[in-house]
């Protein structure tokens, strides 16, 4: 559904960008709409510091998005 359904209703409504948290495998994938598509900006683990549009300005502890393993 978040792939899918909530993406095109988002790009649709011009929301620029997307990130889908996956609290089973502990991850986060960042996409940003280009037109009418959106881009892959990048997937993260759980160990990852990362600076994701946009909230670039900070660092972000992905791990810290998840409750304790």
């Known amino acids: 559904?978040?792939?899918?359904?909530?993406?095109?209703?988002?790009?649709?409504?011009?929301?620029?960008f997307s990130?889908?948290?996956?609290?089973?495998a502990?991850?986060?994938e960042a996409m940003q709409l280009s037109g009418e598509h959106w881009l892959d900006v990048g997937?993260?683990?759980?160990h990852a510091v990362?600076?994701?549009a946009p909230f670039d300005a900070i660092e972000i502890e992905?791990?810290?998005?998840?409750p304790p393993a």
């Open 1 to 16: 559904m978040d792939r899918v359904t909530k993406r095109s209703l988002y790009a649709a409504h011009g929301l620029p």
């Open 19 to 24: 990130w889908i948290l996956d609290p089973d």
């Open 26 to 28: 502990r991850t986060l």
């Open 43 to 46: 997937s993260y683990d759980e």
């Open 50 to 52: 990362a600076r994701i």
């Open 62 to 66: 992905v791990g810290r998005l998840f």
